[in-house]
């Protein structure tokens, strides 16, 4: 309710007004003269106990059950009320739905409420409206009604946001405000009307239903009167809210002619306007109504006979109106009436919308026949806003949350948490424009150490592209939309089509096209690996504009927690940022083999010394393979993946003519020897780390071997190795004068990390080791041939 600056009101002197006034004064009387009297013996004060929340409501029910009686309804009703309500028999159940909404509005602004406050009255509220429709409440509620009364508080969670939304506004920037205080722009009656303005975007069509229940609401909403009753409450709501404030009899008088100019304004004509979008709007996300790049859509959609809304959109004023991409408040098939300088509803505007000049209209229904739509239409330029860091070498940031949300962590297909090493590319999207004179100048990526979630602190860039010609720029194809980040500026002929004087392909037009490249996160950089759109050698230009990046900060030897981020620049100065936080792993990986039981690498050794009982087959014959298999935490103390990303090891041996055959991990196994060839555990220590690891890693223990696997050397005897999947590992024994089979063999062993590392063998970190041994089979044949 607006303060009216005019000291006399004309509908004061109206008889029917003064019935009224003096009936709500006469409700108002018998707790006042009970003030009074308590106010005579302050000592009594202490013996009246603080009053309950029943209480509370038992006296608005004394307060406003004479105000709503018939006859005083009747009063101050304007004409056109009276003539569409007819018998009061068709309408009690909306006189008594009336007082419900009275003494909602009076207790909800009784005293400063919060939100949690609100739902509190909403949910006595709705029980009372239940209660006196005939269709009271179970005990505890039934499916059916708590999913109505989760829909009324999601309505009030919407209706409350933009109060919420306006004071924070208000709070973050308080510039103007000791201006506006000191011109006489902000004063007492300075935003009274908020609460209003809650309960007309809560109570609309779709509440209706969730309030009255569904059987009510089928009932009722037939009647021809029905969206004069909503209109109705509305003003009850506002004259309860202000009720609760009066100070004075004279404030009751006040409540009183606002109320009475309401109801008479539920039968003024349609109001549609449109307040926004309005200039150059960037598209955002609004994940709560699940838009991944749109627009908000605020307005008036209002009116006596207002039934409902509808919203339309097209690309620069021209062609057939689109309803493609609208979503509504709640996610209904059209607007709900009751709009009052509020949310409308969201333009889904990528990638149904073109980024410019964008025209959107409002039409307002009414329930009435014969009652034309009120329509108007808005101009806006539509500001592409697609900037984000999707992830790394196919590894994207996790959903939910999002790319949006900078503690997304980088995920792959089984949720797990991935590390990235050496020279890779970022993915993303660093797109704006379309306003004038807000094209796309540049972008760039930065990184910082440690996570972060905001822009603030000590960025080092390491990478940049601008876009400085025509044609750069005026290109949507040169736009960086879901691909390389770190992409360059490539100088390649344009080919097209000649018709005259005879059809041909003619490659005469030089443009910039971007192409993929890699980010050499380590110091010292190798040489920079760019990966060109086209075969090389096809055009001899070299990339333009080159950006010589930067790696990644030298301490914990260029690894741990890093936060990426992507800045955009308009042409017009406008920046936006996006950031993503990414674990970097290029410290160093150990795999080293250095004996065979007590037989160093390159010996000559004896079969016969690792035989046992002589030779005999039926028992296994190991020999322990000493080495180190150890990857170094990213983060020394963290175990946690990724910080301990250690992927595992496996072996394998070969004779000297023969093909790999990897050995059972940990051994010595049973004829076939079959799997694990793998294993996960770290083995030994190589007795150091990373020089400048932070955190330190304390006191490292000195170089360590431990056992990589127990070989069976039954394997390499041709006596006990019968399997043909092994003809060409064993070692025959001596026959006849002919002595034993001897011959070099080598075992390899593989020691790797889960860090993706997109420029090493296998994309990932990866050491090799190999041990040369030259052995003979020394036992005796068998049968003594």
Known sequence: MEHDPVDHFPEAGDKDFQLALKELLAAYQPILEEELNRAKSPERLEAVALPTCEE?????????????????????????????????????????????????????????????????????????????LGTPIGNPPTAEEHADFQTLIRALAAAYKPYLTNQLATVEFPAGIPDDVIAGKIDCFTDQEEACLIFERLFNTETARALLGTKAFEQHSKESFFAFCRCWCICALCLGCCLARARSVHDIRLCLIYYWRCLRNCFRPLVCELTAPTGCVQETEFDNVGIF????????????????????????????????????????????????????????????????????????????????????????????????????????????????????????????VRSFGTALRVFGSAWVGGCDDQDIKRYTLSYQQGFTTTTAGTWTQFWQVDYITPLQIDSDLNKVFERELTSLWTEMPFCHLVLLPSPHIQCDVVGDYLSAAYWDTRFPSGPFPVKFLDPPGTYPDPPVGTWNSTPLAIPNCQSGR???????????????????????????????????????????????????????????????????????????????????NYGGYSLEIRKDGGGWH?????????????????????????????????????????????????????????????????????????????????????????????????????GRHQIDDYFPFCICNDLPSVGGA
């Open 293 to 416: 790049r749109g627009v908000a859509i605020s307005g008036t959609a209002a009116g006596g006979s207002c039934d409902h809304y509808t919203l339309q959109w097209r690309q620069n004023g021209i062609g057939a109106w689109k309803s493609s991409g609208i979503v509504y408040p709640g996610g209904t098939p059209q607007g709900s009436c009751g709009v009052i300088g509020g949310l409308l509803g969201y333009l889904k505007t990528f990638p149904l919308v073109a980024a410019g000049l964008v025209e959107i209209q409002l039409c307002v229904f009414s329930n009435q026949v014969e009652v034309s739509p009120c329509c108007t239409t808005r101009f806006f330029e539509l500001k592409r806003n697609l900037v984000w860091i999707r992830g790394i070498e196919g590894i994207n940031a996790a959903v939910p949350p999002d790319v949006f949300d900078p503690t997304a962590q980088l995920v792959d297909g089984t949720g797990t």
């Open 662 to 762: 990897s050995l059972t991990i940990p051994g010595p196994g049973s004829p076939p020897w079959g799997g694990p060839f793998v294993s996960t555990s770290k083995i030994g220590d190589p007795g150091t780390r990373c020089a400048n690891a932070v955190p330190s890693p304390g006191l490292v223990p000195p170089t360590t071997d431990g056992i990589l696997a127990m070989i069976d050397m039954r394997r390499l005897d041709a006596i006990c190795n019968t399997n043909p999947a092994d003809a060409d590992l064993v070692l025959q024994r001596a026959k006849g004068n002919q002595p034993g089979e001897c011959c070099g063999f080598i075992v390899h062993l593989t020691v790797w990390d889960t860090s993706i590392c997109p420029s090493l063998s296998g």
């Open 562 to 644: 890093y936060t990426l981020r992507l800045t955009v620049e308009d042409t017009a100065g406008g920046l936006t940022d996006d950031l993503q936080q990414v674990w970097f792993d290029n410290k160093d990986i150990h795999g080293r083999i250095s004996q065979i039981g007590t037989i160093p690498s390159c010996a000559t050794i004896g079969l016969s010394m690792f035989a046992v009982g002589g030779g005999d087959c039926t028992k296994p014959w190991p020999a322990p393979l000493m080495g180190i298999a150890f990857d170094e935490l990213i983060e020394e103390g963290n175990f946690s993946q990724p910080s301990d």
């Open 56 to 132: 509370e409501l038992a006296l608005a029910n004394r307060i406003f059950e004479r105000f709503t009686s018939e006859h005083v309804a009747l009063s101050y009703l304007p004409a056109e009320a009276r003539e569409a309500l007819g018998p009061p028999e068709r309408w009690r159940w909306c006189l008594l739905h009336l007082r419900c909404c009275l003494i909602f509005g009076w207790l909800v602004c009784r005293g400063p409420r919060t939100f949690r406050s609100w739902s509190y009255y909403l949910y006595q509220y709705w029980r009372r409206v239940r209660q006196v």
